[in-house]
């Protein structure tokens, strides 16, 4: 059985939305044939047990490697200027300083991230060790964090070991940060990404958009070893959600899964809440759930526009805990953002339920991915009215469900797409 060592940072507990494509594909390789050392960070000590370990197959070992135990990845909601569940946040100070820095500092300040250079030593040395004692057939990186990619060349490059890139985002052409990036750091992060695509066997991206976006900017004799592979639905995690059905009785239920940030702070949401409360809607009929956290700047929007009794912000929920939750809704509503290179990994999640789910996004691929999907809306980025209208329609149908068969959006298929680029890298050597 061939052997393939997976760096991933961010992998289960602590996994969140990160880590969570390289988690389903770990899960699966093994009855593609393949055994898997995934290297990733330490856990946290207070990081709860998500239940996602027990699940991973025999064939799946963990080397905690990626950085000091004492440098473990913390939750996203212990960073200055954000809001939780608890409705604890940082100091008002630490909170404005984190809300200009996310506003002013052009992305990428330091382009492989102050923390992650020291975490990819430690994960240098692991990947050493495990190298040592068994050479493992092929090296996959998940991307981001961009230093999994630079470890991975560099290992690649050093043993002679098959190199895969898998660009969870892009980077480098990415069509929300380039142009911000100041020239000095659009000319780093560029060296950095094609030094690695040079090493590389194979590259991966998850949209059809991020590979046509890098396959103008590198050219035909790279672009023939890039390959799409979408991000991909596990229904062996949190199966299909219709198990439980929301309390007629109760509000409207509408449920964000992840978290609003930088790019995606909400306030086509809050605009689209301040229509609907104009025209008389209020939380006792309607409730927005947010399971994630929410920038400081985004709670003020929503107050600022008598909404924040529309709005609860949940926090983060474990994903195999994800099922459970959206059956407690009415409608799944995804946010995005202006880049024609993503799509929302949530949606795929969002399109094995039987709910009603609304799109905002801007992006056609998306519209082309769920064009054959009932109770499936995309409306404009940036149309508070369409989706103020929307809300109101799905609270008048409440209880409405719709068949959709998403099998192409399996993980089980996903990763067969993937092992057969493994195999045909370790094939070419």
């Known amino acids: 059985m061939p052997h393939c060592l997976y760096l991933s940072s961010a992998f289960p507990p602590i996994a969140q939305v990160g880590g969570l494509r390289a988690y389903k594909f770990a899960r699966h390789l093994p009855a593609a044939g393949w055994r898997v050392t995934v290297l990733c960070a330490p856990v946290p000590a207070a990081t709860a047990d998500d239940g996602l370990l027990a699940q991973l197959p025999a064939d799946v070992g963990v080397v905690r490697g ?137 590259v991966i991206w998850n949209t059809e958009t991020a590979r046509t976006a890098a396959a103008a900017h590198y050219g035909p004799e790279l672009a023939a070893k890039f390959s799409v592979v979408r991000n991909h639905h596990d229904s062996g995690l949190i199966g299909r959600s219709v198990a439980q059905q929301p309390d007629a009785q109760g509000p409207f239920r509408l449920l964000i899964l992840g978290r609003l940030r930088k790019y995606v702070e909400g306030a086509v949401l809050f605009r689209a809440l301040a229509l609907l409360r104009a025209a008389g809607v209020t939380a006792e009929q309607l409730l927005v759930e947010i399971a994630g956290t929410v920038p400081v700047e985004s709670v003020r929007f929503a107050t600022e526009l008598g909404v924040g009794d529309l709005v609860k912000v949940k926090g983060s929920v474990p994903h195999a805990e994800i099922g459970e939750a959206m059956a407690r809704a009415d409608l799944l509503l995804a946010l995005t953002h202006a880049s024609m290179q993503r799509i929302p990994s949530k949606l795929y999640d969002y399109l094995a339920t039987d709910l009603p789910v609304v799109v905002l996004a801007d992006n056609p691929e998306i519209a082309a991915m769920t064009a054959e999907f009932a109770g499936v809306a995309q409306l404009p980025l940036d149309d508070a009215a369409g989706l103020a209208s929307a809300l109101a329609t799905a609270m008048a149908k409440r209880g409405e469900r719709f068949d959709r068969d998403v099998s192409c959006f399996d993980s089980r298929v996903a990763t067969g797409q993937l092992s057969a680029i493994l195999r045909q890298a370790v094939a070419h050597g």
């Open 66 to 202: 990626w950085g000091r135990p004492e440098d473990a990845l913390v939750d996203e909601r212990s960073e200055a200027g954000l809001f939780d569940g608890s409705g604890a946040t940082s100091s008002p100070l630490r909170g404005r300083l984190a809300a200009l820095r996310r506003k002013q500092l052009p992305p990428d300040f330091l382009p492989l991230g102050r923390r992650e250079i020291p975490r990819a030593w430690h994960g240098l040395a692991a990947a050493e060790a495990v190298i040592e004692e068994e050479r493992p057939d092929v090296i996959l990186a998940s991307i981001d964090p961009e230093a999994t990619m630079v470890a991975g060349a560099r290992l690649s490059q050093r043993h002679g070991i098959p190199l895969v890139l898998d660009f969870r985002d892009p980077w480098a052409t990415c069509d929300l940060r380039r142009g911000a990036r100041w020239p000095l750091q659009r000319r780093l992060v560029d060296a950095i990404e094609r030094g690695a695509v040079e090493q590389a066997a194979a």
